[in-house]
């Protein structure tokens, strides 16, 4: 092999791993976060803490944002049946801009017998960014419904985000920079004159004057030219 293809080949090579390199280059940063939920219950208040995982997943304008709960939280006194409850919570994003995205999930599959820490199924919403940056989203406040109850718990141990992700906003949403000052001058539509009102009226005072002059100096030139006849006569 030339020197020449050797060095072809080894270019292309180089090129192909940088390549994959930037491929295989995340583009989240996900961590899953121990979240200590103190819930007031109707039977007083509680507290547990659960591992929170949420994941991103790209669709259209937006993100499919997905809460996983790995502990229950709470429990109830009594058995739920079979799709008793429901659950739902807000995700906190934060970083290149502020929001709070509802996510809610499916009721639960099976019956909860009494006294036992609730699973929380998993919880999704959809969060469409309107700045594009770098954005942490943070379990926010959780809410439990069952039996005509509702239960809130809210994060007590300032959890750090379980997410952080680069996002990017529908069109780029990046602000058009302003024309500049005078853009536009010279054009057609910026030097034709303008012929209004009061623009009429101001012409038709100009011509107006012109016709008088033009009187004026006609009877001046008629005056002089009789005065020359009358000394020739003479």
Same mark, same amino acid.
């Given at each position: 092999m030339s020197d020449r293809k050797r060095s072809t080949a080894l270019a292309l090579a180089s090129a %192909?791993?940088?390549?994959?390199? =930037?491929?295989?280059? *995340?583009?989240?940063?996900?961590?899953v976060i121990d979240v200590e939920y103190n819930c007031r219950t109707p039977i007083g208040d509680k507290s547990a803490v659960s591992p929170i995982d949420i994941k991103a997943v790209k669709e259209g304008d937006g993100y499919k944002l997905t809460m996983s709960f790995q502990k229950g939280v709470s429990s109830s006194p009594i058995e739920l049946g079979k799709g008793?409850?429901? *659950?739902? %919570?807000?995700?906190?994003a934060d970083g290149a801009e502020k929001a709070q995205v509802p996510v809610s999930g499916a009721p639960n599959p099976e019956a909860v017998p009494a006294n036992t820490p609730i699973r929380i199924t998993d919880l999704s919403g959809t969060y469409t960014p309107?700045?594009? #940056?770098?954005?942490?989203?943070?379990?926010?406040? =959780?809410?439990?419904?069952?039996? #005509?109850? @509702?239960t809130t718990c809210t994060p007590g141990n300032s959890p750090k985000p379980s997410l952080e992700l680069e996002v990017t906003a529908a069109g780029g949403a990046k602000e058009q920079p302003a024309p500049p000052p005078g853009a536009g001058?010279?054009?057609?539509?910026? @030097?034709? *004159?303008?012929?209004? *009102?009061?623009e009429s009226a101001i012409a038709l005072g100009t011509l107006g004057a012109t016709v008088v002059l033009s009187g004026a100096?006609?009877?001046?030139?008629?005056?002089?030219?009789?005065?020359? %006849?009358?000394?020739?006569?003479?």
């Open positions: %192909a791993a940088a390549s994959a390199v =930037l491929l295989a280059a *995340p583009a989240a940063h996900a961590d008793a409850m429901s *659950p739902s %919570a807000v995700i906190l309107k700045k594009s #940056g770098k954005v942490t989203f943070t379990a926010g406040v =959780l809410t439990i419904k069952a039996m #005509g109850t @509702t001058q010279g054009s057609t539509a910026d @030097t034709l *004159p303008q012929t209004g *009102p009061a100096a006609g009877v001046l030139w008629l005056t002089r030219r009789g005065r020359q %006849a009358r000394r020739t006569r003479s």
